[in-house]
C-alpha cells in the first residue's frame, strides 16, 4: 500500500514537471524575438508592392523571429530616423541610402557591422550594391534594390512635333523651346523636396567634369574645392534651362508625387528621374506608361566631349542595423533581402534587384534597358546628400534650389558650398 502511494505521488510529481516543462515550450514558441523596422514603403510608394509582402512572408516562416515594420513617408522618415536617433529610440532596423549620413552613424556608434554579407549567407548579393554603406572594409546596410537616374521622356509627343529623344544639352534646350511654344509643359519637375532639383546638379557636374571634380573637393585633395569649373558649369546649365521655360511655372513648390503626376498623364514630355519612378507611373495611367515612355542616360553637354555611361545612382533603398539590436536581426535581414522570392519580387515588380542572377526575370522591357544601362556604367555617382555629412548635404540641396529660383548665381552657389565644406570637412 505505502508502495503504491509512492508510486501515485512520483507519477503525480513526474506528470506535474511535464506539464509544467511543455507549458514553458508553449509559451517559448508563443514568445519570438521581435525584430522593429523602418522603412519608407508607404502605400503610395512604387515599393510597396515588394517590401511589405516581403515581410509578411517572413513573419508566417519564421516562429522564432518576427518582424514589426513601420512604414513613414519618403521626406518625413528622414526627419523621424534622426530624431530617434538623438534620443536613442531609433528602431532595431530602418532604411538608409548609404553615403555620408551612414557613416556618421557608424562614427556615433548608432549602427553595427554585418560580417554575415561576407559569408555564404551574403554570396547572393551584388557586390557593387554594397558600396554605398561600406567603410574601411566593413559593411553597415543590406541592398533592397540597385537604382540609376534617367531621362524619361513621353514618345508620343516627342513624334507629335518631330524630335528625337535629346543626346546634347541643345537638342534638349531646343525641344523644351518647342514644347513651351505648343503649350506642353516641357520638364516635370517638383523641387520643394529639393533632391529632385539636385538629379540636374550632379548630372551636370559629371557631363561637364566628369566624377573628379566632385571626389577631389569632398576629398580635399590638391587644392579641388566646390568652386571647381564643372559646379558653376552646373548652375549655369540649370539657370539657361529655368530661363528656357523648361520646368514651367511654380516648379520650386512642386512636389515629387505631383511631378510624377504631370508626367505620367502626359501634360509633361520628360521627367528626370530613378528607375524606381517607372512603377509609379504604371499607377498613374498604364496605357501611357506602357507604350509612350522611354528613357535616356542624360544628355552630354557637348557631343564630343563628356561620358554618356557615368550615371548617377547606387542603392535604391538598403537597411542598417543598430548596435543595440537583437543578435538575431543581422540574419533575419539578410534573410528578407536576399532570399529568392524577394529577388523575384524585386524583378518582377519593376525594380533593379540587388541579388544575383535575377535580371533575366525583369519582365518590362524600360526596366531591362535601365538595368543594362545601369550594368554598363563606368562611374556611379551617389546622390550628394546621401553622400555628404548631412550638415553640406543640406547646404548642397539649398544652394541648387535657389539656383533653379535664380535666386542666386552659380559662383555664390559654388563659393557657399564650399565656405560650408571648408568648415565641416577642412582646408584641404
Partial sequence: MQKTRKMILFCTLALSMILTLSAGHVEARQSPTVITMWH????????????????????????????EAQAIQNDAFKTQIQVAIAAGEQPDIFMTWGGGLLQSYVEGGV????????????????????????????????????????????????????????????????SCETFSENGIIPIALG????????????????????????????????????????????????????????FGEGFNGVDYPDEQLLFGTGLAAMELQGDWNYAGLLNIDAEIAENSVDVVPFPLLDSEMGDPNALVGGTGQAF????????????????????????LSVAENGFIPALKGFDQNIEVPIVQKMASLLSQASFVQLAYDQFLPPELAQVHLDTTQQLFGLSTSPEDAAAETEAAAVEILGAE
Fill in 111 to 174: 549602427v553595427r557591422d554585418i560580417p554575415e554579407l561576407d559569408t555564404e549567407l551574403g554570396a547572393n548579393f551584388i557586390p557593387g550594391g554594397f558600396a554605398p554603406s561600406t567603410f574601411d572594409g566593413k559593411h553597415y546596410a543590406v541592398p533592397a534594390n540597385l537604382a540609376g537616374v534617367f531621362l524619361y521622356y513621353n514618345k508620343d509627343l516627342f513624334e507629335q512635333f518631330d524630335l528625337s529623344a535629346p543626346a546634347t544639352w541643345d537638342e534638349l534646350i531646343s
Fill in 40 to 67: 519608407i514603403a508607404v502605400e503610395s510608394d512604387s515599393f510597396y508592392s515588394v517590401l511589405p509582402p516581403a515581410i509578411e512572408r517572413f513573419n508566417a516562416t519564421h516562429t522564432d523571429v518576427q518582424i
Fill in 191 to 246: 523641387n520643394v523636396n529639393r533632391w529632385t532639383g539636385s538629379f540636374w546638379f550632379m548630372n551636370l557636374v559629371l557631363r561637364s567634369g566628369g566624377p573628379e571634380p566632385f571626389m577631389n573637393a569632398f576629398n580635399r585633395v590638391d587644392g579641388a574645392s566646390f568652386t571647381d569649373p564643372a559646379f558653376v558649369e552646373a548652375g549655369t546649365k540649370i539657370q539657361e534651362a529655368v530661363e528656357a521655360g523648361c
Fill in 320 to 343: 542598417a542595423i543598430s548596435a543595440d539590436a537583437p543578435a538575431e536581426a543581422n540574419v533575419a535581414l539578410i534573410e528578407l533581402l536576399g532570399s529568392e522570392e524577394f529577388g
